[in-house]
């Protein structure tokens, strides 16, 4: 990965941390998108090299635009891009609100597309670049209390082989990473009762996703799929 051009989103959530460490200390170049201003220069103070840190709202377009067009001005490339970025609301079918609906979608879903979207322009033009989308175990498979947050997930892996089918012949790669309950700040939030002694390191995670990143130029890892031992075959 050295001097590789990296944009990662939701580089202060567990994993974007955990992942901006291994590929710093790998010599790639990293932009790192979250919302938090303080957050994102504490964590490039940790870094062996400054990253440039760019403070996103993924929900809004614009923002999204000058991401990359700020990665592009101070490296001239964009070589991978990992969605980290994501938010989960766990309530019974019949107790979400609109409002809980649309904050699903907006950062989960739209979030996603619009980082997809402006990353794949600047890489087609290269012919080259790899998309990584953190979907979770819940893109592809249901549970209760999350119809909101599976909603949002399962969108985000329709768009992304969709969008890998219409860029293969630019040489940009998907790779669409199933991790189960991962121990991140995710789930402070999350009203629902979990056990997060049993599950995955965000360092786990990370490193599976720098495996892929990392694959010779021919292959495509196309799925990652790792799972807690508690729920091996989910």
Excluded at 63 to 89: P, R
Excluded at 200 to 222: D, G
Aim: charged share 20%; proline share 5%; aromatic share 6%.
């Amino acid at each position: 990965m050295r001097d590789k051009v990296v944009v990662i989103v939701g580089a202060t959530g567990g994993i974007g941390t955990a992942l901006t460490k291994q590929l710093s200390e790998a010599g790639a170049h990293l932009v790192l998108a979250a919302r938090e201003s303080d957050r994102l220069l504490d964590l490039s103070n940790q870094l062996p090299e400054p990253a440039l840190t760019v403070p996103t709202d993924i929900t809004q377009p614009d923002q999204v635009t000058a991401l990359m067009e700020k990665a592009v001005a101070q490296f001239g490339q964009i070589d991978a891009l990992v969605n980290s970025a994501g938010a989960g609301i766990m309530k019974p079918w019949n107790k979400l609100e609109p409002t809980d609906l649309n904050a699903m979608l907006d950062l989960n879903l739209k979030g996603s597309f619009y980082t997809c979207q402006a990353a794949a322009e600047v890489m087609k033009e290269r012919k080259s670049g790899h998309i990584c989308n953190v979907i979770g175990i819940l893109g592809k498979h249901s549970m209760q209390m999350a119809a909101a947050y599976c909603a949002s997930k399962f969108g985000v892996v329709g768009f992304s082989k969709c969008m890998a089918e219409e860029l293969r012949r630019y040489g940009v790669k998907f790779t669409l990473c199933y991790f189960g309950g991962i121990d991140s700040p995710f789930w402070d939030d999350v009203q629902l009762k979990v056990d997060r002694t049993k599950m995955l390191r965000p360092e786990t995670a990370a490193s599976a996703i720098y495996a892929a990143l990392t694959a010779e130029p021919q292959a495509v890892p196309m799925e990652i799929n790792i799972q807690p031992e508690s729920h091996l075959f989910f």
